[in-house]
Each structure stands twice: as C-alpha cells, then as structure tokens.
C-alpha cells in the first residue's frame, strides 16, 4: 500500500442564483460528490478552502459544509475569486486538503454544472475512469 500523503481535491459548481438557498444546496452537492468520488472519511480531511466569485454575496458556502455531518470540526475559509474579465460567473469552488494514499493522477476533481467547462480534461478523465471500472 502507497504511504499516506496530504493532497490536495478540486472542485467547482455554479448557481442560478446568488441566494442563501442556491449556495449552501450547491456547495453541499459537490462537498458530497468530492468526498463520495474519492473514498474520503471526514478524520483524513485537514482543511478546505472555498471561494465564490464577487457575484455571489447572499451567503458563506462554508455554512453549507459545516452543517454536514461531522464537518463542524474541519477548518474552513472563504474567500472571494479575483475579479477576472470574462471568469464564469455564479461560480463556488474549493480545495480540499486530505490525507490519502492515492497518486495525484488517481484523484477525482469534480466539476459539476456549467464549472465543467473550466477543467473539461478533469471531466473527461473522471467519465472515462468511472466507465472503465463499470466494465
């Protein structure tokens, strides 16, 4: 078995709206999937990092993952994307810091709703890796 190491698992959504609502319902759905996709147990995450593009003010995506269970006790920090000319808009991203024994290149970054256009190759390679092992 490969020694654990801290990596490092991206992701990214987008919402419709800038609500309470919108933001803590996509921050929770990609929270779950990263955590579902990579086999993670909440006592291997060390910490997370969200941001939020400068469109979206209605609310904390950390609430979002702190209400999940056992999440209460994770450090978590927000803070807001550079404002970047053409950046996609209504978008919530995060870093999440966790011990694993997987490679980097075994890691799945997830991409959910239109933020898929932002790291296509990722996407591509979590369909075809999830393909692959259905066979």
């Known amino acids: ?5 801290v990596r490092g698992i991206r992701g990214a959504t987008t919402v419709t709206a800038n609500s309470k609502e919108a933001i803590f319902a ?19 995450v060390a910490s997370v990092f969200l941001t939020m593009t400068q469109d979206l003010t209605a609310d904390f995506p950390a609430k979002a993952v702190r209400s999940l269970d056992g999440w209460q006790w ?4 927000c803070a807001p994307e550079l404002n970047i000319d053409g950046a996609m ?21 997830v991409y959910l709703r239109e933020a898929v256009a932002l790291r296509p190759d990722m996407v591509e390679r979590q369909f075809s890796s999830s393909t692959d092992a259905e066979s």
Do not use: G
């Open 74 to 77: 994770v450090p978590l920090m």
């Open 26 to 44: 996509a921050t929770q759905e990609l929270m779950k999937e990263i955590v579902a996709a990579n086999d993670l147990d909440i006592d291997d």
């Open 89 to 109: 808009p209504r978008c919530i991203r995060v870093l999440v810091h966790a011990t694993t024994a997987r490679a980097q290149q075994d890691l799945v970054h």
């Open 1 to 5: 078995m490969s020694p654990l190491k």
